[in-house]
């Protein structure tokens, strides 16, 4: 089902506001927020450098930025990169579509909630080398969105750091314990924007650990945006406790998914694991096709 049926299905409004025609003056943007980063440094504040990604030449939508930050702090000490970006390129007349993959899903949700309601100085879109633009005068509150892709999102954390197998120090695997996680901040307060969930299912064996079906680093119950844990799979599959259904309706077990948040894709083919492995791989694969497609 297309983004735009699944907004005439689920809100009318909403649906009426994607079919506007723009304003002639506004410049789009493409964010592209990185998760869990412990090997190769991406260099935060600078929006070209898309080596988490893959090949910077790639198409990933409108006037593409990357949105880095140090991929092993706690989701609250490093969210004010996610915040710079988004007052940089969502503000006056400026509007994002942005794309989140693992943390970075705890990112964007993160920012929404706890400061998408406050008032947001409009900045010019030309950053220094820190990440921050000038200010371009007057003020707005929150930022300007479209939606928000989500390639297999932590905003549900992970089994895999409930049991410490990731065995590093870093902050941000003690924030993706999955109570923690559920606890950061809350889920249901997107500002009315809404999270479109690309789950994958290429799992192995030694991610059994995780609830359901999942893609070696993250479950269902997290990259389907239900608001409790548990264990979600494909159709047809009787080992778990129910069903991850595709659009904004509870799981066939009666399982909610947070406000907003809607499954895109649930890979029945179980053909996507969680790593873009230097190639805008796994995942993220149909996230990118998805904003060259809709994010124009």
């Known amino acids: ?3 735009a049926s699944l907004l005439l299905a689920f809100t009318p409004l909403a649906a009426a506001a994607l079919l506007v025609a723009p304003d002639a003056s506004a410049t789009n943007f493409s964010l592209w927020i990185h998760g869990r980063n412990t090997g190769t440094a991406t260099k935060a504040g600078n929006y070209t450098d898309f080596s988490y990604w893959g090949s910077s030449g790639t198409a990933a939508g409108v006037n593409k930025k990357a949105v880095n930050w140090d991929g092993k702090s706690r989701i609250s000490e490093q969210n004010y990169r996610i915040r710079d970006a988004l007052d940089c390129y969502c503000t006056g007349s400026n509007w994002c579509y942005i794309a989140a993959h693992s943390a970075g899903d705890a990112q964007i949700g993160y920012a ?15 950053p220094a080398s820190n990440g921050t633009c000038g200010n371009a005068g007057g003020t707005q509150t ?8 989500v390639a297999s999102g932590a905003g549900g954390g992970s ?5 410490g197998a990731w065995a590093v120090s870093d902050k941000l695997t003690d924030d993706l314990k999955t109570a923690t996680m559920r606890g950061l901040y809350d889920h249901n307060q997107t500002r009315g924007k ?3 969930m690309f789950a994958g299912a290429k799992g192995t064996l030694y991610s059994g650990t995780l609830a359901g079906q999942d893609d070696e680093a993250v479950g269902y119950h997290s990259t389907g945006g239900v608001s409790v844990e548990g264990s979600f799979c494909n159709p047809g599959d009787l080992l778990c406790g129910g069903t991850l259904t595709t659009g904004s309706g509870a799981t066939s077990n009666n399982k ?3 406000s907003f948040h809607s499954v895109l ?14 190639a805008w791989g796994g995942i993220i694969a149909p996230v990118r096709a ?3 497609a809709d994010a124009l």
């Open 1 to 3: 089902m297309s983004r």
């Open 112 to 126: 929404l909630a706890e400061f998408g309601g406050s008032s947001r100085s409009i900045k010019n879109a030309t």
């Open 142 to 149: 929150g930022w300007n969105i479209k939606w928000v892709d």
């Open 159 to 163: 089994e895999l750091a409930n049991i």
């Open 194 to 196: 809404w999270f479109y």
């Open 256 to 258: 909610a998914k947070w």
């Open 265 to 278: 894709l649930r890979d029945d083919a179980e053909q996507y694991n969680h790593y873009a492995n230097g």
């Open 290 to 292: 998805d904003m060259v």
